[in-house]
């Protein structure tokens, strides 16, 4: 079922933008990237999602590559409030459940 | 709170009790699903509704487990003669079936199994 790769964890600056990878290689015409995040104790929050075109919401930006086969995920001003677990998920339209994997453990750092 | 509300947010059973959860989607969502969370583990799927047919289930959920939706609003997952490797968490998510099916999650219900 995997379908992308995370670094396991990464650090970030307070007031820094923070940029998170995600690989997704095999990704098929028709499937889309997500982005989730779990905060500690909490359910996963949807952020932003993406097919071929970057994508920008109020809480972040989707950068897709041309080859579609990598994305990045960034958070423009980064808060202590974003330490999370980020999950970037590929799923096809329609498709049902959501793959999570292990995702990205972000710390952000005063 | 018009959110996916999940009650109770902790539970702890002994080993070989029945135990029940409840979910309370958003309520124009029809599409419900439940999945479950390990330690360090991200989430995983364990069956999704769409009003109140059950169309999907995972080779986890075993016989042990049944979900029910019957009006197509809250649902339940029960569980039967728990056992320890049942302790986890229990997400809940709902979402419209439209093509972005953005799935909208509970806080969840931590069992713990003694």
């Known amino acids: 079922d995997a379908k992308t790769t995370q670094p396991p964890s990464m650090d970030c600056a307070e007031g820094r933008a923070a940029n998170l990878p995600c690989n997704h290689s095999?990704?098929?015409?028709?499937?889309?990237v997500y982005w989730y995040r779990q905060i500690h104790s909490q359910g996963p929050q949807y952020i932003i999602h993406?097919?071929?075109n970057n994508e920008t919401n109020e809480m972040a930006s989707l950068i897709i590559t041309e080859d579609r086969k990598s994305s990045t995920l960034i958070l423009p001003h980064a808060t202590l409030r974003d330490t999370a677990v980020y999950y970037c998920?590929?799923?096809?339209?329609?498709?049902?459940?959501?793959?999570f994997g292990t995702g990205t453990r972000l710390t952000v750092i005063p | 709170d018009t959110g996916v509300s999940q009650n109770p947010r902790h539970k702890i059973t002994k080993r070989g009790q029945n135990v029940t959860f409840r979910c309370d989607p958003i309520?124009?969502?029809?599409?419900l699903y439940w999945y479950r969370q390990t330690l360090g583990q991200g989430p995983e799927f364990l069956t999704y509704?769409?009003?109140?047919?059950?169309?999907?289930k995972s080779r986890l959920l075993s016989d042990r487990f049944s979900a029910e939706r019957p009006k197509g609003s809250f649902s339940t997952l029960e569980i039967q003669r728990t056992e320890q490797g049942d302790s986890a968490m229990y997400l809940c998510?709902?979402?419209?079936?439209?093509?972005?099916?953005?799935?909208?999650f509970g806080a969840g219900t931590r069992l713990s199994v003694l």
């Open positions: 998510a709902s979402s419209l079936a439209t093509d972005k099916n953005i799935q909208y």
């Open positions: 095999t990704i098929s015409g028709n499937e889309y």
């Open positions: 993406g097919l071929k």
């Open positions: 998920i590929v799923r096809a339209s329609g498709a049902n459940n959501l793959f």
């Open positions: 309520s124009e969502h029809n599409r």
């Open positions: 509704f769409q009003n109140e047919a059950q169309l999907e």
